[in-house]
């Protein structure tokens, strides 16, 4: 893969751009403040927060901030079979979750491309190309889910993942991260999900649970604390009520 430029713009006054994609590359552009307009196949549409555009090879487009508006995006220039393969048939503009690992990715690589040319690390770039890439095509995916979940309970999700294995994760934690009521967020999260806020949060101590079980000889009582139960008994219930067998015994047949 090549990469022709990649960064962040912000504009805060009128501006005008227009983009010719020559060769084989492709422009990526998510838009991630504010709104601009773009035109696009001899059509304008209004870009916001979300909106992904995806430019593909022998495209234009040209960007429109007018005066009095405030637009950011991140941006990607670049070209590779492997991309070609993925985005060929993607759309122009789909509009995505964006999620802070995709804008972690992004800016992990504005960093990496930024660096003097010699100390460049042709084969993290590679990486961090190919995991951007896979996340834009993941949320492009996600989008035309029939069973596409609102953002918040995206939110909700990431929280509980993130926050499940540490001790006294509770509801109204999850609820004041993604500022809702207690009440609103155990009906969004039951209602897309299929199961409660701490179901979910006991099937990732589970999951946690079992791979220190195979991979560590730690004892069960310290899974029990490392994972997030508190007690091993609490640890016991859940298990077993996962598995039909106590956390002893499935350690004993694996």
Known sequence: MKIGFCGYSYHDQRFYTSHHSRYNSYLFRLQTEGQAQVLVHQHTQNVEKGDLLIIKPGEEYQLHVESGQQSGDFNLYCEGEWIDARFKQAPTLTNIIVDDAVLDLWHHLII????????????????????????????????????????????????????????????????????????RSVHLFKEHIGKTMIEYAQSIRVSAAINQMKYTTMTLENIAQNCGFGSYSYFHRVFKKHYQLSPRAYRDKM
């Open 112 to 183: 990496e491309e930024r660096r003097p040319e010699k100390e460049r690390n042709s084969e993290l770039t590679n990486y961090l190309v190919s995991a951007l890439c896979v996340a834009l095509e993941r949320a492009i995916d996600k989008r035309s889910d029939p069973l596409y979940r609102p953002y918040v309970v995206t939110r909700m999700m990431r929280f509980i993942e993130e926050n499940a294995t540490k001790q006294g994760l509770k509801v109204e934690d999850i609820a004041d991260h993604c500022n809702l009521s207690i009440s």
